[in-house]
């Protein structure tokens, strides 16, 4: 595979038709994050997954990696508490944010995962992009939607991707994405369809992906 020189020094790969393709050759869970820990000056690029505990974040990171368990992931929710930052062959991170919504949590956690969440949208400087992930099966709640404006208010374009694609029938994407467009009121909001199972609609993602990439050379 050729490669494209980077900005600052590191090299990215680049497909038979010259545009820019991740990938993976190089993972590494490099950077975790507490909520008292100082967030990382990072150089390379960062896109984020956030969406409400039990979600999916994890299995879709690991997904994208092609790890089985590199992001931990658990049938019980509230499993990723830090900010997990998974550096991708030294070209861009992934950032694995905490899930929102955990039933059990403490007023003092919701607290504390506010200021983490917020405090990381608000200061890096090198996020690119935020994936917000909801559950394809359901209307999205009210913790979705502020998240969503959230992401919007600090000036980035999210996108959604609906998680559990393997949980409904085929005829029914077309339904539940309509739903998820109106529960968020995002109006031209990509929305990508998504299962860690089949992993179908990964390609999808790796498109967004690739282009972030492009952009930042
Ligand atoms: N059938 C199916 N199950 C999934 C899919 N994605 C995740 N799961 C399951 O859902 C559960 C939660 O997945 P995680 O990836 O740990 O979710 P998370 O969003 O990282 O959760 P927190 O870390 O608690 O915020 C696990 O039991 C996964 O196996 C999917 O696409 N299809
Ligand atoms: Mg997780």
């Excluded at 983490?116 to 890096?124: G, N, Q, T």
């Excluded at 208010?153 to 996108?159: E, H, L, Q, W, Y």
């Excluded at 909001?189 to 967004?208: D, M, N």
């Amino acid at each position: 595979m050729p490669y494209k020189k980077y900005i600052d020094g590191n090299y990215l790969s680049v497909n038979n038709a010259g545009n820019i393709q991740l990938v993976i050759k190089n993972v590494n869970l490099e950077i975790v994050c507490g909520v008292t820990s100082k967030l990382p000056e990072t150089s390379l690029p960062e896109v984020a997954f956030a969406g409400k505990s039990n979600v999916g974040k994890s299995s879709l990171i690991n997904a994208l990696m092609n790890r089985k368990s590199l992001a931990r992931t658990s049938a019980q929710p509230g499993k990723t508490q830090t900010i997990n930052f998974y550096n991708i062959n030294e070209e861009i991170y992934f950032v694995d944010l905490p899930g929102y919504g955990y039933a059990k949590a403490s007023k003092s956690e919701v607290a504390k995962w506010g200021q983490m969440i917020e405090r990381y949208l608000k200061k890096s400087k090198q996020l690119k992009c935020v994936f917000l992930l909801v559950d394809i099966r359901h209307e999205p709640g009210e913790n979705d939607r502020l998240m969503y404006d959230w992401v919007v208010a600090n000036g980035f374009t999210p996108v959604v991707i609906a998680t559990k694609l393997d949980k409904i029938k085929r005829s029914q994407i077309d339904k539940q994405k309509k739903l998820i467009r109106e529960g968020l009121d995002s109006k031209d909001t990509l929305i990508i369809p998504f299962s860690a199972t089949s992993k179908q609609g990964r390609e999808e993602i790796y498109e967004v992906i690739d282009k972030i990439l492009e952009d930042t050379v």
